[in-house]
């Protein structure tokens, strides 16, 4: 089992910046991918960024490529969504996820998930 806390969601303005975070507990952080999902209403929930077991691996969507950064430490089994430039259109709960089946993109690859935090990006 693992279980994941998001925090860091609120509301910012169109150009500003927010970091989200995860913390796991449960089980050995460094032995789970990691993955940040977001829903938007009405919206299905998509794949926002990926990271493998070690960090050394990442993905992102083409939408945030260049303005998120996803990392890791491992020590503090905390996962971070670093978000820049951020434009209306990002306005969505953010989750974070885990799997146990290593770096993936495939959103039913993912075991654990948090209860999401809301970002609000106002224009």
């Known amino acids: 089992q693992v279980q994941l806390v998001e925090s860091g969601g609120g509301l910012v303005q169109a150009g500003g910046s927010l970091t989200l975070s995860c913390a796991a507990s449960g089980r050995t952080f460094s032995s789970v991918a990691m993955g940040w999902f977001r829903q938007a209403p009405g919206k299905e929930r998509g794949l926002v960024t990926a990271i493998s077991r070690s960090g050394a691996s990442t993905y992102y969507a083409d939408s945030v490529k260049g303005r998120f950064t996803i990392s890791r430490d491992n020590a503090k089994n905390t996962v971070y969504l670093q978000m820049n430039s951020l434009k209306p259109e990002d306005t969505a709960v953010y989750y974070c996820?885990?799997?146990?089946?290593?770096?993936?993109?495939?959103?039913?690859?993912?075991?654990?998930w948090g209860q999401g935090t809301q970002v609000t990006v106002s224009s």
């Open positions: 996820a885990a799997s146990l089946l290593g770096f993936t993109s495939r959103q039913y690859d993912y075991s654990y």
